[in-house]
């Protein structure tokens, strides 16, 4: 889940797309009527896509062998289910996650941003804009899905755990502060 959220982050910086969130995914399963349980699998993430007219599913998946992380992220056409690309990338070690996740949002921005220019834009790498530590981004990830359930005393626990973890976490004291 923090690995998904550091990668939405990464993707929301490109100009050309439009990235929804776990809560703008809720929020479209909510106008249908339907409610998502904990995680939002392939299936449930494709409707949500058609219903959003979303050009794109981007299914992420991790293999973890020692140290190495193998990250895979599978492009899916909503209407079709057909795959429209996968990229990869590989970190070794925790504290390369946020590189690779880097890597994989370029890899993405090249293949789904319909304008050049922006596809190539230069954005801020992942660990300046979030935080370098995977612990830390989980905890603010687990926040986020609180606040989305207006479960705030335990967003707030939670942020004060990544902010623990980490102070210099921009956005997990942004949300401690809301």
Same mark, same amino acid.
Do not use: W
């Given at each position: 889940?923090?690995?998904? *959220?550091?990668?939405? =982050?990464?993707?929301?910086? &490109?100009? #050309?797309?439009?990235? %929804?969130?776990?809560?703008?995914? !809720?929020?479209?399963?909510?106008?249908?009527?339907?409610t998502p349980?904990?995680?939002?699998?392939?299936?449930?993430?494709?409707?949500?896509?058609?219903?959003?007219?979303?050009?794109?599913?981007?299914?992420?998946?991790?293999?973890?062998?020692?140290?190495?992380?193998?990250?895979?992220?599978?492009?899916?056409?909503?209407?079709?289910? *057909?795959?429209?690309? =996968?990229?990869?990338?590989? &970190?070794? #070690?925790?504290?390369? %996650?946020?590189?690779?996740?880097? !890597?994989?949002?370029?890899?993405?921005?090249?293949?789904?941003?319909?304008s050049p220019?922006?596809?190539?834009?230069?954005?801020?790498?992942?660990?300046?804009?979030?935080?370098?530590?995977?612990?830390?981004?989980?905890?603010?990830?687990?926040?986020?899905?609180?606040?989305?359930?207006?479960?705030?005393?335990?967003?707030?626990?939670?942020?004060?755990?990544?902010?623990?973890?980490?102070?210099?976490? #921009?956005?997990?004291?942004?949300?401690?502060?809301?």
């Open positions: 889940d923090a690995i998904s *959220g550091m990668f939405v =982050t990464s993707l929301e910086q &490109a100009r #050309g797309l439009l990235v %929804l969130t776990r809560s703008q995914m !809720t929020d479209v399963l909510a106008v249908a009527g339907m349980g904990a995680r939002i699998n392939e299936s449930l993430g494709l409707e949500i896509c058609r219903r959003a007219g979303a050009a794109a599913l981007l299914v992420p998946s991790v293999r973890k062998d020692g140290e190495r992380y193998d990250i895979t992220l599978d492009a899916v056409e909503p209407l079709r289910g *057909g795959r429209l690309f =996968t990229a990869t990338a590989v &970190a070794v #070690g925790k504290r390369q %996650l946020p590189a690779a996740i880097d !890597t994989l949002s370029q890899r993405v921005r090249a293949r789904l941003d319909r220019e922006s596809a190539r834009a230069i954005v801020r790498p992942l660990a300046e804009i979030t935080t370098a530590s995977l612990g830390a981004y989980h905890h603010y990830d687990q926040a986020e899905r609180r606040i989305d359930r207006l479960e705030m005393q335990e967003a707030r626990a939670a942020l004060e755990s990544a902010v623990a973890l980490d102070s210099t976490f #921009g956005l997990a004291h942004a949300r401690l502060a809301y």
